[in-house]
């Protein structure tokens, strides 16, 4: 079954790199998402990728995708206060239409 | 992307009574999906809503307990019945995406206490 899993917590210095990580059990993974979730505040998509690319790169995001060890990370250059949130990685399953299985989510405290 | 609003934003209710979250879309879309987020916790699929068909359930959630109504492509409903305090959690409608195919855009969330 489908399984995706994230570390809790991660605490940074403001203007440091930001690392989270996902990983994830499915391998028929087509999509693999980032979202991000501020107090008090739906979900709003970072950024995706395509689960035959590698690499992403938009702004400050960095999206790696490791299929062979199906491990997905973000990297956050420049880690501002403002980026202090929950971010949520998720996958979409080409047989499984267009539902999505979320991690439980990884608490970013970005600390000035 | 898509620009969903929800209402109410956030509600206090007593035990027993229900509770109707209206979710509206600026665009028609073909699938809205409903979410549950206890506190601390990450998302879970209640019930996927399509226009013109019953609502489909995951596993764990009934009908008589998340009544859900998709009356157009553009604007949905879900009603939590009955309630416990169980029940608080945030309650989120999402829809999918027009621009990026499989992907899903969210509304901002109902904040349910149930007292």
């Not at chain 1, 035959?52 to 400050?60: A, E, F, I, T, V």
């Not at chain 2, 209206?22 to 409903?34: I, L």
């Not at chain 2, 305090?85 to 621009?99: F, H, K, M, R, T």
Request: contains cysteine; aromatic residues 10%.
């Amino acid at each position: 079954g489908e399984d995706v899993e994230q570390s809790l917590f991660l605490s940074v210095r403001e203007g440091d790199s930001s690392v989270i990580n996902c990983t994830y059990t499915d391998s028929s993974s087509t999509y693999l998402y980032w979202y991000k979730q501020e107090p008090g505040a739906g979900l709003q998509l970072l950024t995706y990728i395509f689960s035959n690319m590698d690499m992403k790169q938009d702004q400050r995001l960095t999206v790696l995708l490791n299929k062979k060890d199906k491990h997905l990370s973000l990297r956050i250059a420049d880690t501002q206060t403002g980026d202090s949130a929950i971010y949520f990685c998720a996958e979409s399953i080409s047989n499984a239409g267009n539902m999505l299985t979320f991690g439980g989510g990884t608490r970013l405290m970005v600390k000035p | 992307s898509a620009v969903i609003s929800q209402k109410p934003s956030r509600d206090i209710c007593q035990r027993g009574t229900s509770l109707t979250i209206q979710c509206q879309v600026d665009s028609q879309v073909t699938m809205m999906f409903w979410y549950r987020q206890q506190p601390g916790q990450s998302l879970t699929l209640i019930a996927t809503a399509n226009q013109g068909s019953e609502a489909t359930y995951e596993s764990g959630f009934v009908i008589d307990k998340f009544p859900i109504s998709r009356p157009n492509l553009t604007f949905s409903t879900l009603t939590v019945s009955n309630m416990s305090p169980e029940d608080s959690s945030i309650y989120l409608c999402s829809v999918d995406g027009l621009a990026v195919q499989e992907t899903q855009y969210f509304g901002p969330g109902t904040r349910l206490l149930v007292l």
